[in-house]
């Protein structure tokens, strides 16, 4: 577990990339706090279908609701509720003892409301206000009409997992509806001490997509004209992305703007790393952990990622530092061979909230078949 200590000594806190309630029964969570340094939790629509269409543990809880005549969707929100609130109560004492900086758990709003600004503010005051718990974060995707949600929700004071990022563009849309969200608050006279963000990059997904454009390219190894080897970029787009959005997070974090806030007691937007998994078996297991390393990050791990950095990965102190020219000419050489990053970004932000989409009905679906039978097994 040593390895995963040391990634707090270096300024790194490293989340859950899961929750269920069978980690929250068995006391698993409270033993990751303990043993292997955990500091918080993510969730999303595709870890509720996971948790709650493969397990027992929900059945009471869903006969319960059955009972009340509750609609399928708000099963589901029930199930949801409870999973986060005893997580955030698991966590609080890590958010009390890091000052509000670490020990959140988070919830999503509704896929279908990617797209629906006003029904992203009034699903995330709704959420926010049900569940009642300091150390929450609603997550609301990047989406264009997400982004002056983003800023609303920040502005009320509701603290925000903004999720599916895979450009510096987006990013950087981002980091301003923050600054917005508190300058605002500021302009009012409100407190801006006890709000705090995370800026969620999709790291995995990045390589999967632009491996896939290099290699349908009809040059591979041979050289053409003065272009680049397809070859030579294979397994590089997610590392470079993330190492150059995090310059970018060290430009918008300092200056006149930022000390203005951070006078009034402002926080930085943390850089989260998300979709830490690797799903390409050529690459390391622990790719999407080593060069990231750094202060005022984040990185969110799925179970096989934190058994295989614990045991086999090595901690290095401020790795998202090194060779930032090289991160440069990985995405210069990419844009030469007719792969824009940003063009990237948006058909994986597209596809992603179709994915949450068709999990999140998935899981609704789950339920709606399982209402005889769990009541049936009763």
Excluded at 356 to 368: G, K, P, Q, T, V
Aim: proline content about 3%.
């Amino acid at each position: 577990m040593n390895n995963l200590l040391n990634l707090i000594n270096y300024g790194q806190s490293y989340w859950l990339d899961n929750l269920t309630r069978g980690k929250i029964n068995s006391g698993e969570l409270k033993r990751r706090i303990t043993d292997e340094g955990l500091f918080g939790i993510t969730t999303n629509p595709s870890i509720f279908n996971n948790a709650i269409s493969n397990s027992k543990d929900y059945n009471n809880q869903m006969i319960e609701l059955f009972n009340q005549k509750k609609q399928v969707y708000e099963v589901y929100e029930e199930l949801a509720i409870k999973d986060v609130q005893d997580a955030c109560d698991i966590m609080r004492p890590v958010f009390d003892k890091s000052d509000g900086v670490d020990g959140f758990v988070s919830l999503e709003v509704s896929p279908h409301l990617a797209h629906d600004t006003e029904g992203t503010i009034n699903e995330a005051r709704r959420l926010h206000k049900k569940l009642n718990r300091k150390n929450c974060f609603i997550k609301i995707p990047a989406t264009d009409e997400g982004i002056p949600a983003i800023e609303e929700m920040l502005y009320d004071g509701i603290n925000i997992n903004v999720t599916l990022l895979f450009s510096i563009r987006g990013y950087e849309a981002v980091a301003e509806a923050y600054l917005k969200a508190l300058e605002r608050r500021v302009a009012e006279g409100k407190s801006i001490k006890d709000i705090r963000s995370v800026a969620s990059f999709f790291l995995s997904r990045i390589d999967v997509l632009v491996d896939r454009l290099l290699s349908q390219l009809p040059f591979q190894e041979e050289k053409h004209g003065e272009l680049p080897y397809p070859k030579d970029l294979f397994g590089k787009a997610a590392i470079a992305n993330a190492k150059l959005a995090y310059q970018a997070f060290g430009r918008i974090f300092i200056g006149e703007r930022w000390n203005a806030l951070k006078r009034k007691g402002a926080h930085v937007q943390r850089p989260l790393w998300a979709s830490t998994g690797t799903k390409n078996p050529n690459y390391s297991d622990v790719k999407y952990v080593e060069p990231l390393i750094g202060q005022n990050t984040v990185n969110t791990l799925p179970d096989e990622t934190i058994a295989a950095f614990a045991n086999h990965g090595v901690a290095v102190k401020d790795t998202i530092l090194n060779d930032i020219n090289g991160a440069e000419k990985v995405l210069l050489d990419l844009n030469k061979l007719g792969v824009d990053i940003n063009d990237v970004g948006q058909q994986l932000l597209n596809e992603g909230i179709k994915k949450f989409e068709e999990a999140y009905d998935m899981l609704l679906s789950n339920i709606n078949a399982n209402r005889e039978k769990i009541i049936g097994e009763k």
